[in-house]
């Protein structure tokens, strides 16, 4: 097992995993560089499963540039707690959102979290949230392999695949192989490939 597949080990794991067992599949939608539409797919690919029938959760791990919220019209929405968990918000048919665009005073306030920060925020947003059980979880990732991206892997390292997004232009596609080596490295097929 590569490094970067070994999967994070911690006392409270069984939380994570508690978490995690409720999921059926877990789909990372990723891309090498930015602004080439992985939001755009991710939210796409969540609302056709939830209106296929199956119950889905949307998890935008953007912490710097969560967009999600704004492509359903729900930026204004706040997380409900319920004992010791978040409740992510819900929209119709069966889709459960989780973002920090939620947990932001205002639309226009930066995030500034260095890397283990933000793992602990992504951490929290599998295992503090109350996903329920769920068919997918689709987690929209922020550009790059950088910190979000190996938290993901690390956390979720049994993920059922990763869909690259790309544009045609030479200088994305260049950036898309290092996500096709990241997929390798992190031992999680490459399961579609959206060039928009
Ligand atoms: N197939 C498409 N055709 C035209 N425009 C698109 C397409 N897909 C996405 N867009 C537009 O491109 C812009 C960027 O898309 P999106 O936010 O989904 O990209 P992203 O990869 O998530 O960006 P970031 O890296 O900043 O998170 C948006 O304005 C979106 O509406
Ligand atoms: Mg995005």
Redesign the pocket.
């Known amino acids: 097992m590569s490094d970067l597949a070994k999967p994070m080990i911690s006392e409270d794991g069984f939380k994570l995993q508690e978490s995690l067992d409720k999921i059926k599949h877990i789909i990372i939608?990723l891309?090498g560089?930015?602004?080439?539409?992985?939001?755009?797919?991710?939210?796409n690919l969540a609302a056709t499963l939830s209106m296929r029938g199956y119950q889905v959760g949307l998890m935008d791990v953007?912490i710097t540039?969560p967009?999600i919220p704004k492509?359903f019209g729900i930026e204004d929405e706040g997380l409900d707690v319920q004992g010791e968990k978040l409740i992510p918000v819900s929209v119709p048919p069966s889709m459960k959102i989780m973002s920090m665009a939620f947990l932001l005073q205002t639309r226009d306030t930066p995030v500034l979290w260095r890397g283990p920060v933000k793992m602990t925020a992504i951490r929290q947003f599998i295992e503090d949230v109350r996903w329920g059980d769920l068919d997918y979880l689709v987690i929209?990732?922020?550009?790059g392999t950088g910190d979000e991206a190996l938290s993901i892997v690390q956390l979720i390292p049994k993920a059922d695949g990763i869909i690259i997004?790309t544009t045609p232009q030479e200088v994305s596609l260049l950036d898309a192989r290092k996500s096709v080596t990241f997929s390798a490295q992190s031992q999680i097929p490459i399961i579609g490939w959206w060039r928009?």
Request: proline content about 9%.
């Open positions: 939608v891309s560089k930015g602004g080439v539409g992985k939001s755009t797919v991710s939210a953007d540039g967009n492509m929209d990732m922020p550009p997004v928009t």
